[in-house]
């Protein structure tokens, strides 16, 4: 395998992770569709479960197919490990579950995916994780949220679906400063557009089923580890990093794993008892899509700029969030964390309230109304009545969400017909 670390992105999405099948030569990578592992000897198995050595014993925690692409994303976002999920919403719980205990809390961002907040302020509170709500977008609220308990800060590098841009490196400031980790979800801006770790980011995490798999076929999470947050220095925080660790008899993940710790944490004691893994078949999946992902952004980004114009010019429009217009209230920090482009995640207010843009949506005749995005392929969604439906009404509010707005995801397809389209749709709205 050649020594990647040197290249760049491009040439580490395609080159990284794999190389070819030592014993045929085969290029393409082997979906290793298989549950358990024949070891060597019984020594040989000892050290594999001691985690003395490094390998494979059972699916659920390891897969050769898996871990090419969760070698080729770790390189990407520039951390040490990478650990796949079978969904970014196990990807969350994955990780709450590595840091948190009962009486303990995570600031968040409110800002964030619905998915995210129900699951934080739904689930984990039964078990006694309280999520503290905040506006993100102004760090002194994190600041003042973070006690005693706090056990992370979370954010969106690129806010669903409201489009806000975090600032993340005074989060980063602020997490290091208290001793906890800034875990930043990464889906709308993927590792082709900005990488969290290099502004100080300590944990990064997607939903792969958007960006990263591009094609929407399948659905998946992935988590990977700066290496750069002290856990040691915070042992009495995060005891089951730092500390003997009696879910697996005493070890310490610190001094056995070093900058992996987190990674490795997540690997063989979360996901062992959580067991949220992803198939072989949909990593195989995703470690080809990572191949082209920094073309795809620049098109989807290059798309989405052209297309932010026309509405924000259009007289049907009330308003466009789009980080690379300059109207966007947070147009100089895009051009600092998101140089190479703002992706293809935009939210709109067609003028004339939910009628409108029930209209608009019913309309279209190439553009998908589907509650997915980062597709190759133009979808729309209308948060209010699907992704954030589940939240009460003041919730949405708080959370930037009016009952009229429009989440668009552009593809890649030729921009005059997806102007096109929206045409259609701006004129049933009328
Ligand atoms: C920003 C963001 N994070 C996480 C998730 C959850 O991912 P999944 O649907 O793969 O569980 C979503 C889903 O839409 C999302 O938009």
């Known amino acids: 395998m050649a020594d990647c670390k040197d290249y760049g992105f491009m040439t580490r999405a395609l080159h990284e992770g794999w190389n070819c099948d030592p014993a045929t030569g085969a290029l393409g990578l082997p979906i290793y569709a298989t549950a358990a592992y024949q070891f060597h000897d019984g020594a040989h198995a000892a050290r594999l479960f001691n985690l003395e050595e490094e390998g494979f014993t059972y699916s659920r925690i390891a897969n050769p197919t898996v871990k090419a692409f969760e070698d080729t994303l770790a390189s990407l976002e520039g951390g040490v490990g990478a650990v796949a999920l079978s969904s970014g919403q ?10 948190c205990e009962a009486g303990t809390n ?13 699951l934080l302020q739904n689930l984990f509170s039964r078990f006694g994780v309280e999520a503290i709500l905040v506006d993100g977008d102004h760090p002194c609220q994190a600041e003042q949220a ?7 800060i979370f954010t969106e590098t690129i806010g669903n679906p409201v489009i806000n841009v975090a600032p993340l490196e005074a989060l980063a400031r602020i ?42 076929n399948i659905v998946g999470g ?47 004691s979360i996901l062992r008892d959580l067991g949220g893994c992803p198939s072989p078949f949909d990593a195989y999946l995703l470690r080809m899509s990572l191949g082209t992902l920094a073309l795809r952004m620049k098109r989807h980004s290059e798309n989405a700029l052209e297309i932010a114009r026309f509405l924000e010019n259009h007289p049907q429009v009330e308003w466009v969030r789009y980080p690379g217009l300059e109207s966007h209230p947070q147009h100089d920090m895009a051009e600092v964390y998101l140089k190479d482009g703002c992706g293809g995640m935009m939210a709109v207010e067609v003028k004339g309230g939910v009628d409108a843009g029930r209209r608009f ?15 190759s392929r133009t979808l729309v969604t209308h948060p209010a009545s699907t992704t954030h439906s589940q939240l009460a009404p003041e919730q949405r509010r708080a959370a930037g969400i009016s009952d009229g707005m429009l989440r668009l995801s552009v593809g890649i397809e030729d921009a005059r017909d997806i102007i096109a389209d929206l045409e259609r749709g701006l004129a049933a709205a009328r």
């Open 90 to 99: 196990a990807a969350l719980a994955h990780i709450v579950a590595a840091l």
């Open 106 to 118: 995570v600031v968040v961002s409110r800002k964030v995916y619905g998915g995210t907040l129900t």
């Open 146 to 152: 973070v006690n005693d308990g706090t056990r992370a």
């Open 175 to 216: 997490a290091k400063r208290q001793g906890v980790p800034l875990v930043v979800d990464n889906t709308f801006a993927s590792p082709a557009l900005c990488r969290p770790i290099e502004w100080g980011a300590h944990i990064v995490f997607h939903s792969t089923t958007k960006y990263i798999s591009g094609f929407g």
């Open 222 to 268: 992935a988590v990977i580890d700066g290496g750069n947050f002290d856990w040691a220095a915070w042992a009495d925080k995060f005891p089951g990093l730092a500390k003997p660790d009696a879910g697996y008899h005493g070890v310490t993940f610190t001094e056995r794993f070093g900058r992996a710790a987190f990674a490795a944490k997540l690997r063989a």
């Open 361 to 375: 949506v019913d309309a279209l005749k190439m553009i998908h109304h589907a509650a997915n995005l980062g597709e």
